[in-house]
């Protein structure tokens, strides 16, 4: 059959207009089959220690980004694989986010030993940002809570309860942050900040990092070995005395040595992986994983794949790394300590990592939460690990000032 | 023929080129058997003498020159003895074990290495005879170390010449034992098709896998409980952990020899080669060891002994490819106060492997009957009939560790093609079969990469009043765009040539086209691929003038 141009086009866009509605109608079944009522109404969901949901907003908003706005949105399809949606989260009845607030301008556009003084100033519009996104476009679905009376408050409130939202949490990932000030650390706790990451990427002049970069495999990196600087042992003191909770991820284990010495408060590794499952100087010692957990810390558990197991590179992680690695990373954490008490998930969702095969939407948590049942065979348990001990470690830690008292 | 000059010295320098960069591995050997060397001699209290190495031994010493056989430096010597880098005794044997592969030795091997090894002593030459050495080996890089490094121990032991020409004729035969340890520890040694036929018509078998796993890495065990991503040839020096690995057992081997040496003599050990044995023999004797050395008859008791660890300390060093391990505390420290883990391989047998891992290559998961009984987990040795999950999920000091890894052959474009097709003729609505011969060129041979020739048969049909034979260049890139529609297509290749018609002499023409091809899939351990390829094609004879285009779908078998 000959088709004319005309009628050429009239059948491309009949065919365009069924796909899109019928995407929208198979989506909107699947978002509805993917809440599971009976649990949601009876029990916490997810409460992630660590996310990044403006984390695209905020490169393409940059001078860069809007210069360059195809670059950096084909930057984005390409390598963010994984997402955060407001609606969807709020749907599946997620009830916490730590939001994790990264500029990777100050981390890249310099040395690894460089501070940017600027970096404070950027900090704060990053925190600004957030509360924009959430009172314009998320104000149905998401709250900002800045203390933990306003958490305990919004977890209070059920996911059929129509008062029901997100509760979101700022929380900094790097203390480069500072830009090597200390004072900013008073401004970032009025504004709410409940969590530094006192390393990232690079040391910038507060403690060794481990490689994080899964395109730069660790036998690429040279072996980090500074540990905590003077700048980042008079971080965590300020912090702990303004009551901002410490967040080991990405530390070396010489950094990491060095926070234990110092610090006197429960710690959180809030996205990080066993060494002993996972062989990478990002990855936790089982020695640490205990010592984190007897001094009531929490442990999330990242959903990147390739953290978790030993992949030889990352396109074999994409290609088998699945929820499974994680849930035998939180099996081996339990063993090792001794209770499923200081587990919690920090997926590091929408911040440009490849997730696991199987789910790459927030919302698609249960997911994870079947293969914990199968797992565990305790709904209190799964329950405990996904939102629980997360969600009560920060009602009982954020704000607390002075030392442990255990 | 200026312009003929011109082109001729373009491509011998490029041939030139290409075979410098390929002799990046003496580089490595080099530098490698001469730290191995400097550092371990120093052991014995060892000071330069002019272009001599003096060694104290007991109340004499030992004069050595630093020219070794007369060709240059130990690192030399292994270098050169170690330059048939792409023959097959010169890999692992695919998914063995190291007993395995040194149950591979045949008598007559072993004897025919020890036999050259003593004539060559007793004669006059400086260095042995490189064709001879060349021809003396097992059919894997481990057996043939092993009867080199042998023959070496035996070369030591001798009380032929003077202790100097002894000691210095030891060192010798070591140096060619060396090349093929250090090659034991190259990640794209170990990793090798099924030797079959086709493979004999071409190295590309040996090549691709050399040069693929060297750079990307395998994950490796060894006897002494130690996991590591191993690389190769051109990365060696690169990677501390790998190159401190294949270092170590290097400096061991070369140890054994001076061990050998002053035992034999009855002269007491250097403190630092005592410690060592002291420290790597756990508590077995020197003089049971070096009996065995000596004489020894089945190779792999060496390996297989009732006891931790080998009689031959070196052997434990030795990697293979994992898949899965079992992992448990050691006492070793890493850094910190953070112990070290101690690894196991898991097994193929149910209950010897933790089941639930997923991605991992089955084909290395190997049987228990291969492995000493001191390299099973001590847990899964214990009770082979329990559930290993049950271990998983409640012992504390063990571990199911998985290494997702590919080591699957890599197929390349280079090499020999056959391809069967049929096209459609669109304009008469036709099918017709053809018939190609394809070969992709390597691209160290022309510094070029993705180009090939071919010929294509084109039968007789209805369009076609005459057979046609098709004469083409062929350009391929792989995985130059990722596009999401099209992921089952790697390569986007193109063709341009000559057709011509074999019943009408005279008739020539255009021959061009377009073409997709799918990823290929191997035959398991043979290094053959099959692909799929869609092709657009154009077949234009000039006179008279006759167009045919046509669809295609082919098989091509690489």
Known sequence: MIYSRRQALLQIGKYALSSLVFNQASASLLNALNVEPEWKESRMVLSDLHVHPLLDKWIHSSPLGKQYPLMFKLASKILNKTSLDWERCHNTGINMLCAAHFNPFDEFASMPTDLNPDAPRQTIRMLDMLEDEINENAREYAKLVTNAAELEDALKIKPNDSRFRIAVIHAIEGGHALGGDLKALDELAERGVAMITITHFFTKGVGSSANSLPFFPDHSAPPPVQGLSNFGREMIKRMEELGIIVDIAHATSTTLTGILECSCRPLVASHSSSRTLGDHPYSLYDEQIEEIANRGGIIGVILMPYWLSNYSNVHLSDKYGSLKDAVRTIRHICKISGTHKCIGIGSDFAGYIPGPKEMHRLSDIHKLRELLRDEFDDDDIVEDILARNVSEFFVNNWGVKGKDKR | ?558
């Open chain 2, 1 to 558: 023929m200026i312009l003929i000059k011109f082109r001729a010295t373009l491509i011998i320098l490029s041939f030139c080129l290409s075979s410098s960069l390929f002799a990046f591995d003496e580089v490595e050997h080099r530098i490698l058997a001469d730290s191995v060397f400097e550092s371990t001699i120093r052991e014995t209290g060892a000071v330069n003498k002019h272009n001599s190495i003096l060694i104290p031994f007991g109340q004499d010493e030992i004069i050595i020159p630093r020219n070794f056989g007369g060709l240059g430096t130990f690192g030399k010597l292994v270098a050169i003895f170690a330059a048939d880098d792409q023959k097959q005794h010169r890999f692992h044997r695919r998914a063995e074990t190291v007993l395995q592969q040194i149950r591979r030795i045949e008598p007559d091997e072993f004897a025919q290495c020890l036999s050259a090894a003593l004539s060559w002593v007793k004669s006059d030459s400086s260095a042995p005879d490189k064709q001879i050495v060349e021809s003396i080996h097992s059919d894997n890089v481990i057996g043939t170390y092993l009867i080199h490094h042998l023959a070496a121990l035996r070369i030591a032991a001798s009380m032929n010449g003077t202790d100097n020409q002894q000691f210095s004729k030891a060192l010798v035969w070591e140096a060619i034992a060396q090349g093929y340890l250090a090659d034991c520890f190259s990640s794209g040694h170990m990793i090798l098709p099924v030797h079959h036929f086709i493979s004999e018509l071409q190295m590309k078998d040996r090549r691709d896998a050399d040069r693929h796993h060297s750079l990307t890495g395998i994950f490796v065990i060894n006897a002494a409980g130690y996991v590591w991503q191993a690389f190769g040839d051109g990365a060696l020096l690169w990677y501390q952990p790998s190159y401190q690995h294949v270092f170590e057992a290097c400096q061991s081997s070369l140890r054994e020899i001076l061990l050998m040496f002053y035992q034999t003599r009855g002269v007491a050990l250097p403190e630092k080669l005592s410690n060592w044995f002291t420290k790597v023999g756990h508590a077995m004797s020197l003089a049971k060891a070096i009996d065995s050395w000596l004489t020894i008859q089945q190779l792999d008791s060496l390996y297989d002994t009732p006891f931790a660890p080998t009689l031959l300390p070196t052997l434990q060093y030795l990697p293979v490819p994992v898949a899965a391990a079992w992992s448990t505390d050691s006492e070793e420290i890493v850094i910190d106060d953070f112990h070290k883990r101690k690894y196991y391989p898991q097994l193929n047998e149910l209950s010897a492997r933790d089941t639930s891992l997923y991605g991992i290559e089955n084909e290395f998961l190997l049987s228990r009957d291969d492995f000493p009984d001191w390299m099973v987990a001590p847990p899964i040795k214990d009770s082979l009939a329990s559930n290993p999950q049950k271990l998983i999920k409640e012992n504390v000091h063990w571990a199911s560790v998985a290494y997702v890894q590919s080591l699957s052959p890599v197929i390349s474009f280079e090499g020999l093609t056959i391809d069967f097709g049929a096209s459609w003729v669109i304009d008469h609505g036709e099918i017709a079969p053809s018939i190609g011969l394809g070969y992709g060129f390597h691209d160290d041979l022309f510094q070029i990469r993705n180009l090939g020739v071919g010929l294509r048969f084109y039968p007789k049909s209805s369009s076609s009043a005459s057979s046609a034979l098709s004469a083409f260049g062929a350009i391929r890139l792989t995985n130059p765009i990722q596009i999401s529609l099209l992921k089952i297509f790697e390569t986007i290749g193109g063709e341009t040539g000559v057709v011509s018609e074999l019943e009408k002499s005279g008739n020539f023409g255009m021959h061009l086209a377009v073409s997709l091809r799918s990823k290929p899939h191997s035959f398991k351990s043979m290094h053959l691929g099959l692909s799929f390829e869609f092709a657009y094609e154009a077949l234009t004879i000039f006179s008279p003038a006759i167009n045919i285009h046509q669809f295609s779908a082919r098989l091509v078998l690489n």
